[in-house]
């Protein structure tokens, strides 16, 4: 699985290098709007290290930012799922913050946050977790009929069981949904670089766009993208262990 | 004890289709009990209708004496988290206890008290749904094709324990097969369609208790009121 | 002829895009004129804007579409690709691209001084010489020319970055309001009215640290073309160059002040007039420091300081010769 993802990523990267450089190429453009494969290359060797570091700096505060991610869109659709006023209220908060454009919402992140990790990581969360959010609140504000019938009828259906019910027997659509917001969490953090950091890839790749030095952007992209399906496949590697776990039918996922 | 089901009237929302049309009709109890008719009469209709599970319909359920109705289907499902046994425990009441060992000795449950729920065959899934349904404080159990996968002998096994066991409560069992409900059940009541009048009418079962074999002539006698009456 | 082969098929098909797409390019002179600005439309832009509004390009016989730039366009790059037959560039963009071959030359030096300055506080960061940047926290854009700019005056007065904390900026100032940074990069004009008088109303003095007149002499924005206009259009090329001058003389001159401020105000709604009619006074001593001064006035030993300043800096590996690739519009 590891070889294939890889692979796979390999060949994108090609295809996608091999189509600049025929634009390049074909269009004789200067070495300032598409670098030439040597000059590619030479950057390449120069900086993979340096890049390699802050782009799994940007991957450990993915990662973090992911999980925050996950606990918050758990927690706001737990709470969303309340009938009263106070899950009303939260429900209608979480998709009021998501609609804001985190560039506008930046100034306020930098004067509660400043602009290190905290600010990374708030930008990442509100990037990563609304779809997430939606998800949740899809799964956990649908009864599992069949099986809650039983605690309805005999009055045992508390929140918390009808919760664990369903989070239970979707567990395969979570993992899912989790793997697949693994990939927002990482651009997430990369864009939380690009406007409120001084650290990761995406502050790299912004110094890097303000000089024009598109071979530094190639070498960063892909390291990002090697890092990143690594990430995945650890997602799926977990995934798919919880899904061999005891218990976790074959109706879990149909 | 008894049920009774006043003017009751019933349409689905999402079309035209009428499936009850005023119509009164007293059951009573206590005894083991059927709803007979063939399928998309209403049958589930009704015994959610009964057991409180089902809005949108007029006219009036009312009953004396009845203060849990419970309704257990052949789709229900217990979570996969545990084995049955540990729902078992997690469900029946301490004094039931002792019955929860007996039911699941005679349910042929106990070697899967261990097992998931969706790693046992559609028989014993039956059986364990129904086991909780039984320890539970009830006054009426509604059984819809609970035992539908269940050899003929574990069939009747149970069902006669549960009549033994339970002589004083209301069941209404829910079943297509004929011979079965003509054999176990103290009174039939056909359900029909909404264009006949009454639509229930009830024939009087065997009633097995377990003590003697039914003759073959009754129990096609009474097979035979059941299609007449249907 | 088979379509069986993937590989071929793919390769068929990046060859129709690639000739789809190289269709797209080539401009012909019956087509519009585009021309990319360096930023936003603002008072730094006011002659484009003026010569645009104000008919100038019409009485030249061209249609001239103003594209209002931002930090992801770069007029370069559109100039290469056909996008864009005139555009704005900063002096670092335009050496760098020419150092990787980009054919672009320079016609016209917008501004005659550059408008980057340091903003900063001196009742809390006095600052009368460069040596007072010791021990200050000085805010510079990363890859950014103030970074540049600023290396070159460290290095010129021999201060060491140790001596000092650099703090990387973007676009937003709260750092400097929350009193965390000492200097901020800033352009003077554009920017200087708005920020400088936002801490003024607050209660607090400011002042604008200036590395032109400590001797960095850097070059800002400036009008580019590409070798393609140049040298097969240089006529629609000149009359391009002489309504933009004119629109810049015109709007420039203090008795157009209040043309130019409504001329500003069609484009840029969100900026009050006061602001602009500041902006506007702050804009004229960098275009036309003088009333002799010509506008568009290429100030060669500017370049070229600017030049060997990105080669000491390693931005460039080597000089490029950049008075080669500067054609003084009339």
């Known amino acids: 699985m590891l070889h294939k993802r890889i692979y796979q990523f390999l060949i994108v990267y090609a295809v996608g290098l091999s189509v600049l450089f025929l634009v390049k190429y074909g269009l004789n453009l200067s070495d300032y709007v598409i670098p030439p494969p040597k000059e590619v290359w030479i950057t390449g060797q120069k900086y993979w290290l340096e890049y390699l570091r802050e782009v799994l700096d940007t991957l450990s505060v993915a990662v973090f930012g992911h999980i925050l991610s996950i606990l918050l869109a758990a927690v706001v659709a737990v709470i969303g799922r309340l009938t009263n006023w106070v899950g009303s209220f939260i429900k209608m908060g979480a998709y009021n913050i998501q609609s804001y454009p985190i560039v506008a919402v930046a100034p306020i992140i930098f004067i509660l946050f400043g602009d290190g990790i905290a600010a990374r990581l708030l930008i990442t969360v509100m990037i990563c977790y609304f779809p997430l959010l939606l998800s949740f609140i899809g799964i956990f504000s649908e009864p599992v009929y069949h099986i809650e019938h039983f605690y309805t009828a005999t009055h045992r259906l508390t929140w918390g069981l009808s919760l664990r019910i369903r989070v239970f027997e979707n567990i395969a659509k979570l993992v899912t949904v989790i793997s697949g917001s693994a990939t927002v969490a990482m651009v997430g953090t990369i864009v939380a670089e690009f406007i409120a950091a001084d650290d990761g890839i995406g502050y790299r790749i912004r110094i890097a766009l303000y000089q024009s030095d598109l071979s530094k952007i190639l070498t960063a992209l892909f390291l990002i993208g090697i890092c990143t399906s690594l990430y995945l496949l650890s997602l799926e590697y977990i995934g798919l262990r919880i899904r061999k776990r005891p218990g976790i039918s074959a109706g879990s996922f149909s | ?230 | 002829m088979s379509f069986r082969n993937p590989v071929k098929v793919l390769l068929l098909s990046i060859l129709s895009g690639f000739i789809l797409l190289s269709s797209a390019f080539g401009w012909e002179e019956s087509q519009d004129i585009a021309y990319r600005l360096k930023w936003l439309a603002n008072t730094s832009t006011v002659g484009d804007l003026y010569a645009d509004a104000r008919g100038m390009f019409a009485e030249n016989g061209l249609k001239v579409l103003v594209k209002p730039g931002g930090p992801e366009r770069d007029a370069i790059k559109e100039l290469e690709l056909g996008r864009a037959q005139f555009g704005v560039a900063s002096a670092d963009q335009i050496i760098r691209a020419l150092s990787k071959g980009a054919k672009i030359y320079v016609l016209a030096q917008i501004f005659q001084v550059n408008p980057l300055q340091w903003i900063y506080r001196p009742d809390k960061s006095p600052l009368d010489k460069p040596a007072d940047l010791k021990g200050k926290i000085v805010g510079i854009t990363y890859g950014g020319i103030d970074e540049n700019i600023m290396k070159a005056l460290l290095s010129k007065y021999r201060i060491s970055e140790s001596d000092l904390t650099l703090y990387s900026v973007r676009y937003d100032f709260t750092p400097f309001y929350q009193r965390k940074v000492d200097l901020w990069p800033i352009y003077r004009n554009a920017q200087g009215p708005i920020i400088g008088n936002k801490i003024r109303d607050a209660g607090e003095k400011i002042d604008y640290f200036d590395p032109d007149a400590h001797g960095i002499h850097t070059v800002a924005n400036s009008v580019i073309t590409s070798e393609e206009v140049l040298n097969h259009h240089p006529q629609m090329a000149a009359r391009f160059m002489s309504a933009l001058i004119k629109g810049w003389e015109l709007s420039m001159d203090p008795v157009n002040a209040e043309k130019a401020v409504q001329t500003i105000r069609q484009f840029d709604r969100d900026t009050d007039e006061d602001i602009i009619r500041e902006q506007l006074a702050l804009t004229r001593q960098f275009v036309k420091p003088r009333k002799d001064v010509p506008f568009g006035r290429i100030d060669v030993p500017a370049w070229k300081q600017t030049e060997e300043m990105m080669v000491a800096q390693k931005l460039i590996l080597r000089p490029i010769g950049i008075d080669k690739y500067l054609k003084q519009a009339k």
């Open chain 2, 1 to 230: 004890m008894h049920i009774d089901l006043e003017k009751l009237s019933f349409g689905h929302a999402d079309s035209d289709t009428r499936v009850f049309e005023e119509f009164s009709h007293r059951i009573e109890g206590p005894g083991f009990n059927a709803l007979f008719g063939p399928s998309g009469v209403g049958k589930t209709t009704l015994a959610r209708i009964i057991a409180g599970e089902m809005n949108g319909f007029s006219g009036k359920v009312a009953s004396s004496g009845l203060s849990r109705i419970l309704y257990t289907y052949n789709l229900e499902r217990l979570p996969d988290w545990s084995g049955i046994g540990e729902h078992f425990k997690a469900v029946t009441p301490t004094s039931q206890t002792g019955f929860l060992n007996e039911l699941t000795r005679i349910f042929g449950l106990d070697p899967y008290l261990e097992s998931r729920y969706a790693q046992l065959s559609l028989g014993q899934q039956n059986r364990a749904n129904l086991t909780r349904y039984l320890v539970q404080d009830f006054d009426v159990l509604i059984m819809d094709e609970s035992l539908a996968n269940v050899d003929e002998g574990t069939k009747k096994d149970i069902i006669l324990l549960v009549k033994k066991r339970f002589p004083d409560r209301l069941f209404l069992y829910i079943s297509h097969n004929v011979v079965e409900v003509s054999r176990y059940c103290k009174n039939i009541l056909v359900v029909r369609r909404p264009d006949k009048s009454p639509q229930i009418l009830t024939v009087s079962g065997f009633d097995d208790m377990g003590e003697q074999e039914p003759e073959r002539e009754t129990l096609e006698r009474i097979m035979l009121e059941m299609m007449n009456a249907s």
